[in-house]
């Protein structure tokens, strides 16, 4: 039976049925009561149904966001992927599990592929199929911890569900023309610590070329992580909250010698990933109208071109070490760039 006690606003309501409680707030004793007499019955029906009906899918998503996206390096963007998904298919998300099955994800799949216009009349455009795939990936795994961990469902929504076909990898290599293009519009100076933010793009862009990290790695740079006498760099990364530990890059010579004229800095770079992205594809373009073959470039290319380069000086094992893959077909198929026209150059 509800529990009504006096209230500092009215009266507040406390309902319990075989583990599920509830409570609200209200400004007078008969809307307590009324409220409480239904949120009971509504608890007492949902107590006897199955689980996979008693949950829907709005329901393991907001746990998901609160248990497991949470605790991720890239938790922000998982999140904004997670809501807007929320926001943009509530007929889907609002079913019960019991519900959520292979046609209904199909379907799903296709209006994020072909384009779609939601409850609220907007247009979505179509997305790639690499972006449909990354969607997959989370809501895959959440399907998979709602059922095996916390017994939500029993059935596999994704059984004989047919995955987008990722579209082929980059195979753009970074010229030397392009680099020294780059160096030229971000005044880089060599041997000089970069005073403007334009001149941190151009030490970043080398510093990538040299050690294959990412971005939002290079910015993370400075005395506390870099050990310069064992030319190593100890980095967070985004599947640490799995691996329990950073990552360790060796560092090469040509490494160790741009960031020699940082290190009297506790943090080598001023500028953010984002700030630093946006600068770099700032000056790319003002380049392309000169040199259109350079609008292509994106900084992320400096990771893949790194590794090629570095393939040619170490094995595959140590490659994935430096690089921090525990999939060689990623490190061999999406980074490893060199040409047929390469290697028969090298033969």
């Keep these: 039976m509800a529990s009504i006690t006096p209230h500092k606003n009215g009266y507040r309501v406390q309902v319990y049925v075989k583990g599920q409680r509830d409570s609200q707030v209200f400004r007078t004793q008969r809307e307590a009561k009324a409220w409480g007499a239904a949120r009971e019955e509504e608890l007492r029906k949902r107590a006897k149904l199955e689980p996979a009906d008693a949950h829907t899918l709005r329901e393991v998503l907001v746990r998901y966001l609160d248990e497991v996206t ?72 959440a399907l998979s911890i709602a059922r095996d961990e916390w017994h939500w469902m029993t059935h596999n929504p994704f059984a004989g569900f047919r995955f987008p076909n990722d579209p082929p990898p980059r195979d753009r290599r970074v010229t030397t023309a392009e680099v020294r293009a780059i160096c030229r519009a971000c005044n880089y100076v060599t041997g000089r610590p970069p005073i403007s933010k334009t001149q941190e793009v151009a030490y970043a862009f080398l510093i990538a070329l040299r050690t294959s990290m990412r971005v939002g ?98 094995d595959v094992m140590t490659l994935a070490k430096i690089s921090g893959h525990k999939d060689l077909a990623i490190l061999q198929n999406t980074y490893y760039r060199e040409s047929a026209e390469d290697i028969a150059a090298r033969l």
């Design 70 to 141: 949470a605790k991720k390096e890239g938790q922000r963007h998982e999140t904004l992927r997670i809501r807007a998904f929320m926001e943009q298919f509530a007929e889907l998300v609002d079913l019960p599990l019991s519900q959520v099955k292979t046609p209904e994800l199909a379907r799903w799949r296709d209006a994020r592929l072909k384009g779609f216009t939601t409850v609220e009349g907007r247009k979505v455009n179509a997305v790639a199929s690499s972006t449909v795939n990354r969607d997959i990936n989370w809501l895959r795994n």
């Design 217 to 314: 790695e290079i910015v993370t740079l400075g005395k506390d992580n870099v050990d310069m006498k064992k030319r190593t760099a100890t980095l967070a990364h985004k599947m640490q909250y799995l691996t329990g530990k950073p990552r360790v890059v060796p560092l090469t010579r040509h490494a160790i010698r741009l960031l020699t004229p940082l290190m009297e800095r506790d943090r080598c770079f001023t500028v953010t990933a984002a700030s630093l992205d946006t600068l770099f594809r700032k000056e790319r373009d003002r380049l392309a109208v000169g040199m259109p073959s350079i609008a292509s470039l994106h900084f992320h290319d400096t990771r893949a071109e790194a590794l090629t380069r570095l393939s040619r000086k170490v």
